[in-house]
């Protein structure tokens, strides 16, 4: 089946330190893959997104690189902030037999940045 | 600013009684999704709508229903509920696929504790 497997948490980091949550998945076909932050108190917002082997998404100073060799898409940023205290989830699409994108979720990655 | 919106933030509801959680979308978006959200579980899918009166099982549909009668609102239903039902329940909604990478928009999620 689908899966994703993504860095356990918690992670805690002082304000700008480089931030690195490494994310690998397991697919039955050729997924999409994105970054999904959930703000405290709030629900899940797209961070970033790569449709195609080789793709980096960007959004807000985080990247990753979709790597269909090594089936990772981690995610990083160079300078982190105190408002990037947040839960990250990495996750995968497939189009279903019923033509949507049915997304399968990591377990989540609770990020503190302490200043 | 396109909206995904559940009915309660928070509820507690006791064991055995019958739960109604609504979410309803301004998008026109065909696709409606329940997840619920555990610590160390991530999100798992209950079940998912790509129409009106139309509904799927997802991962883990065992003690929940679902309605869809208006193509903008989603209900999931706890036919009786069960203090291991006590989890963050999200609602999320996409558009007709018309290429991979579809985002995703969620609701602000609602809270239920059963005692």
């Known amino acids: 089946g689908n899966s994703v497997t993504q860095m356990e948490g918690p992670v805690t980091l002082s304000e700008e330190a480089f931030l690195t949550i490494n994310c690998t998945y397991t697919a039955t076909g050729y997924p999409s893959l994105f970054w999904y932050v959930q703000y405290p108190g709030e629900g899940l917002q797209l961070l970033l997104k790569a449709t195609k082997a080789d793709d980096k998404g960007s959004n807000k100073g985080f990247e990753a690189t979709y790597r269909k060799e090594t089936t990772s898409f981690h995610l990083e940023k160079g300078s982190v902030q105190v408002s990037d205290s947040a839960v990250y989830f990495c996750?995968?699409?497939?189009?279903?037999?019923?033509?949507?994108?049915?997304?399968?979720f990591g377990t989540g990655t609770r990020l503190t940045i302490i200043p | 600013d396109v909206k995904v919106t559940q009915s309660s933030r928070y509820l507690v509801k006791r064991t055995g009684e019958k739960v109604f959680l609504e979410c309803v979308q301004d998008m026109d978006h065909e696709n409606m999704f329940w997840y619920r959200q555990d610590p160390g579980l991530g999100l798992r899918l209950i079940y998912f709508?790509?129409?009106?009166?139309?509904?799927e099982k997802g991962d883990i549909p065992e003690g929940y229903s679902v309605s869809r009668e208006k193509k903008e609102r989603f209900s999931l239903i706890l036919e009786s509920a069960s203090t291991n039902q006590t989890s963050m329940y999200l609602c999320a909604s996409t558009t007709e696929v018309r290429g991979r990478g579809t985002e995703a928009f969620f609701g602000q999620g609602t809270r239920l504790t059963v005692v």
């Open positions: 996750a995968l699409s497939l189009i279903s037999n019923f033509g949507n994108e049915k997304l399968t």
């Open positions: 709508s790509y129409d009106v009166k139309m509904k």
